[in-house]
């Protein structure tokens, strides 16, 4: 279905970012539709830490408050659906979604997150964000003075292992294969008692997601509390790239400090082009966009 209306900014993604951002635009009185398909990437999470006011509330539960605050502003919508193709426009962009719908924007917001990709570990994903975790800042407070391993190689075992330390010091590396340590950095591990495994990963036992043991491909099983793992992602939308926006090294979208994109009248917020992935930081980059989209209507418009 097409329709006439033009809205004033288009944000593709309605979890915290999104809303944020929302809830910044709706607040100026601008025309907003949130597109999302309601698949978060932390539905597995138990409990979200670190935020102010929110410390221990289930993801879901701020989502949904989130939800219920953002729509109280009448100016805002959302629609549940997925964006699957967009382009640039005379009067500014013109979105698809997998329903068919054809959406007019002033301003695009790309609040899409990632997708994490899962090794090939039976049990893995079944821990992912329970008990295999990805950062210090968000879980780690609860698996403290617990014994921990961290799945990672290299520069970024050796700085997970520098922050993980501080929470317990029963600590071990698994590397899944070769491992790969400058010997400067070998010396500090054996100074802090942190021992590398590079025995093979083939399952994670556990018990509703919580860890029990590694188990290798040699038969051995090691018991583990908690697992910090360094896996890698894909941007969870093609849009971005498919219009021109611009990527890090790394493979998060390219923003400026006004979470503002390589492309005029685009922004993105939240874990799609941050590598510091809480709800907290995705609050904020949010209203960030939020206002900044709105600050790019203002100057057009007075």
Same mark, same amino acid.
């Given at each position: 279905?097409?329709?006439?209306?033009?809205?004033?900014?288009?944000?593709?993604?309605?979890?915290?970012?999104?809303?944020?951002? =929302?809830?910044?635009?709706?607040?100026?009185?601008?025309? !907003?539709? /949130?597109?999302?398909? $309601? *698949?978060?990437?932390? #539905?597995?999470?138990?409990?979200?830490?670190?935020?102010?006011?929110?410390?221990?509330?289930?993801?879901?539960?701020?989502?949904?408050?989130?939800?219920?605050?953002?729509?109280?502003?009448?100016?805002?919508?959302?629609?549940?659906?997925?964006?699957?193709?967009?382009?640039?426009?005379?009067?500014?962009?013109?979105?698809?979604?997998?329903?068919?719908?054809?959406?007019?924007?002033?301003?695009?917001?790309?609040?899409?997150?990632?997708?994490?990709?899962?090794?090939?570990?039976?049990?893995?994903?079944?821990?992912?964000?329970?008990?295999?975790?990805?950062?210090?800042?968000?879980?780690?407070?609860?698996?403290?003075?617990?014994?921990?391993?961290?799945?990672?190689?290299?520069?970024?075992?050796?700085?997970? =292992?520098?922050?993980?330390?501080?929470?317990?010091?029963? !600590?071990? /590396?698994?590397?899944? $294969? *070769?491992?790969?340590? #400058?010997?400067?950095?070998?010396?500090?591990?054996?100074?802090?008692?942190?021992?590398?495994?590079?025995?093979?990963?083939?399952?994670?036992?556990?018990?509703?997601?919580?860890?029990?043991?590694?188990?290798?491909?040699?038969?051995?099983?090691?018991?583990?509390?908690?697992?910090?793992?360094?896996?890698?992602?894909?941007?969870?939308?093609?849009?971005?790239?498919?219009?021109?926006?611009?990527?890090?090294?790394?493979?998060?979208?390219?923003?400026?400090?006004?979470?503002?994109?390589?492309?005029?009248?685009?922004?993105?917020?939240?874990?799609?082009?941050?590598?510091?992935?809480?709800?907290?930081?995705?609050?904020?980059?949010?209203?960030?966009?939020?206002?900044?989209?709105?600050?790019?209507?203002?100057?057009?418009?007075?």
């Amino acid at each position: 279905m097409v329709t006439n209306k033009i809205y004033d900014v288009v944000i593709i993604g309605g979890s915290y970012s999104g809303l944020s951002a =929302a809830m910044a635009l709706g607040r100026s009185l601008r025309s !907003v539709l /949130i597109i999302d398909a $309601g *698949k978060p990437c932390n #539905s597995q999470t138990p409990h979200s830490h670190n935020f102010l006011t929110q410390d221990g509330v289930k993801p879901n539960i701020i989502a949904q408050k989130a939800i219920k605050e953002v729509l109280e502003y009448s100016s805002v919508s959302i629609l549940n659906d997925f964006a699957v193709s967009g382009q640039k426009t005379d009067s500014g962009f013109e979105i698809i979604t997998k329903k068919g719908e054809v959406i007019a924007a002033k301003k695009l917001i790309f609040a899409t997150g990632v997708k994490d990709i899962m090794p090939q570990i039976t049990g893995f994903s079944d821990c992912w964000g329970i008990s295999v975790i990805h950062c210090p800042y968000c879980h780690g407070y609860e698996f403290k003075r617990q014994k921990t391993g961290i799945l990672a190689n290299g520069n970024k075992a050796f700085h997970v =292992a520098s922050m993980v330390y501080n929470l317990t010091n029963n !600590v071990s /590396i698994l590397t899944s $294969g *070769k491992s790969d340590f #400058s010997i400067e950095q070998i010396e500090k591990l054996k100074k802090h008692n942190i021992e590398v495994i590079e025995k093979e990963i083939v399952e994670i036992e556990h018990t509703n997601g919580n860890v029990n043991n590694v188990v290798f491909k040699n038969g051995e099983k090691i018991n583990f509390n908690a697992i910090y793992a360094a896996i890698t992602f894909e941007q969870h939308s093609q849009i971005p790239a498919s219009i021109g926006c611009e990527f890090s090294e790394l493979g998060y979208i390219q923003v400026d400090d006004f979470q503002k994109t390589s492309i005029e009248g685009v922004f993105a917020c939240g874990d799609n082009s941050s590598m510091l992935r809480s709800v907290a930081n995705a609050v904020a980059s949010g209203n960030i966009a939020g206002a900044m989209a709105n600050m790019e209507l203002v100057t057009e418009q007075f």
